[in-house]
């Protein structure tokens, strides 16, 4: 990037007014440590010969043409990925159906175990994995892991005993611990707060119980001659899908909007100059110590922490123990496979309909709390209805995987209140943690010895969500806080906070920092 030797450029003019972008006499290589990755391209845009030509303001059918890319390369890369990393963890469910207990000679607590190791994994690589994509092109950080995913579950395929399971479910923990935050990280420099709502809960679809059915019903009829098992072939099958993809995101998924090959110059300053509004920064390649101690200090972050565990207990005890309530249930194998299938099509449509409500209301975090009581009611039936009843039973247990809707509305509301890419990283990081303890503790609820009831995971299912209502409470009444002093400050200080260099956008500042920062409700 060349130096800048002018003490004030001129970047063009924004569609809203006509304003002058100031860079400090030091230039931009001075600046690197105060603006994110967004404003050095700004930056640079300006120094070339067509700068006028690149930085004119754009039109609504541009940007549209932007969008549209982004939601036919990005989105779904992003999708496939997340779901065959859900499908490896779930796949677990269905392979115990198939044989893998028997065949591996679990006992006792083993299954449930093997269950919770690949959560482990994530927390041992959880934070060194987000700031390896921090500090790496983070598109091919992400390409990697998910092609690694697939080399693991073709490993777990030979294995035969315990601790060879054990160990493949820990690595393959080690290398999904990017999945949500980096994800959550990649969506919050390509889309607006609003489209984040619609974006986050399509790519965080819960497709993987529908892929995981469909893959697991055809492994069942795998012939004896091949001298393969069923849920080896499973994994066979899961781990080649997952493999080719990874090599298909090291050619296509780019770092940020600004390293975007099939982006034009002219495209990539409309992908970064549409998310000023947010606030939030694009990516930052330097680690800033004063942002990740604020995240620590945010109660926000705690809050998330802690509702994240109470959401995802279920979600992991449920997940776990699916298949096996249902074979309980009378079905043989292959109507169990079958009737597993819908639980991930109920879950996103779940999310997709509680995150059109939050675009509507204009109230995330009361949504996620309200759509709480559907999955809470829903265990409270599956428990009571005998198991006589199948049809209740089954019914009721369709209606529990409505518990993924709080969680992607949650999810939408941390990525639009967040700002500071260190900050990010960590409070992203800190919302996962909360999801993976919570996939841990919920296998553990789940005891054999008290199949079919499993009384102990319902009573954690109904504590966790009660407690979940209370703190997705006392977290929107702290963003109304917040949002209140930013407001009050905004009125006392017009003057000060008003917008006289566009690079003040792209400073990299927290949203504790930034003076026109606007909290999501």
Not at 304 to 324: D, E
Not at 337 to 355: D, E, K, N, Q, V
Request: proline share 3%.
């Amino acid at each position: 990037m060349s130096q800048v030797n002018d003490p004030a450029i001129e970047l063009g003019k924004e569609a809203s007014a006509n304003q002058q972008v100031l860079v400090s006499e030091q230039g931009i290589e001075g600046a690197k440590d105060q603006l994110d990755i967004a404003g050095l391209f700004l930056a640079d845009l300006a120094n070339r010969p067509n700068a006028q030509e690149l930085l004119f303001p754009y039109t609504a059918a541009e940007e549209r043409a932007v969008v549209r890319k982004a939601d036919m390369i990005i989105v779904p890369l992003l999708l496939v990925a997340l779901m065959m990393g859900a499908v490896d963890k779930n796949a677990l469910s269905t392979a115990a159906i198939l044989g893998l207990r028997t065949d591996l000679r679990l006992v006792g607590q083993e299954y449930s175990w093997t269950g919770s190791l690949i959560f482990f994994g994530s927390i041992a690589s959880l934070f060194p994995a987000l700031f390896a994509m921090q500090k790496y092109p983070a598109g091919r950080v992400v390409a990697g892991c998910v092609t690694v995913w697939g080399v693991v579950s073709l490993c777990i395929a030979a294995c035969s005993n315990f601790a060879g399971l054990a160990v493949c479910r820990f690595v393959l923990g080690l290398f999904e611990a990017l999945t949500f935050p980096g994800f959550s990280l990649i969506v919050s420099s390509w889309y607006t707060r609003k489209e984040q709502v619609v974006r986050t809960a399509l790519i965080y679809s819960t497709l993987s119980s529908l892929t995981n059915g469909l893959l697991s019903y055809a492994a069942s009829f795998a012939p004896n001659h091949l001298g393969v098992k069923a849920w080896q072939l499973l994994f066979l099958l899961i781990g080649a899908i997952t493999f080719c993809w990874g090599i298909l995101m090291g050619f296509f998924l780019p770092d940020s909007p600004v390293s975007a090959r099939w982006l034009s110059d002219r495209q990539r300053y409309i992908a970064v100059m549409r998310l000023k509004d947010n606030r939030t920064g694009v990516e930052n390649k330097h680690f800033k110590l004063s942002q990740a101690k604020e995240a620590f200090l945010d109660l926000k972050t705690w809050l998330i922490f802690l509702i994240n565990i109470c959401l995802n207990v279920p979600n992991g005890g449920v997940s776990t123990f699916n298949s096996i309530i249902v074979n309980g249930l009378g079905y043989s194998t292959k109507e169990t496979l079958l009737l597993a299938t819908p639980t991930g099509l109920i879950s996103w449509c779940g999310s997709l309909l509680f995150s059109w409500i939050a675009i509507r209301t204009k109230q995330r975090c009361l949504t996620a709390a309200a759509s709480c009581l559907l999955p809470l009611l829903s265990t409270i039936l599956l428990h009571v209805i005998p198991r006589s009843n199948v049809g209740g039973s089954l019914g009721s247990l369709y209606l529990i995987y409505f518990y993924w809707a709080p969680y992607i509305v949650m999810t939408t509301v941390v990525i639009a209140n967040t700002g500071g890419y260190t900050k990010k990283t960590i409070v992203y990081g800190m919302s996962y943690l909360g999801y993976l303890v919570g996939n841990i503790i919920g296998p553990q609820t789940f005891r054999a010895n008290q199949a079919p009831a499993y009384t102990g995971g319902v009573i954690a299912m109904l504590a966790c969500y009660c407690a979940g209502i209370l703190l997705l409470l006392v977290y929107y009444f702290n963003l109304r806080r917040l949002k209140k002093n930013k407001e009050q400050w905004l009125a006392d200080h017009s003057q000060e906070a008003a917008a006289d260099d566009l690079l003040d956008d792209w400073r990299d500042e927290t949203d504790f920092e930034a003076k026109r920062f606007q909290y999501v409700l």
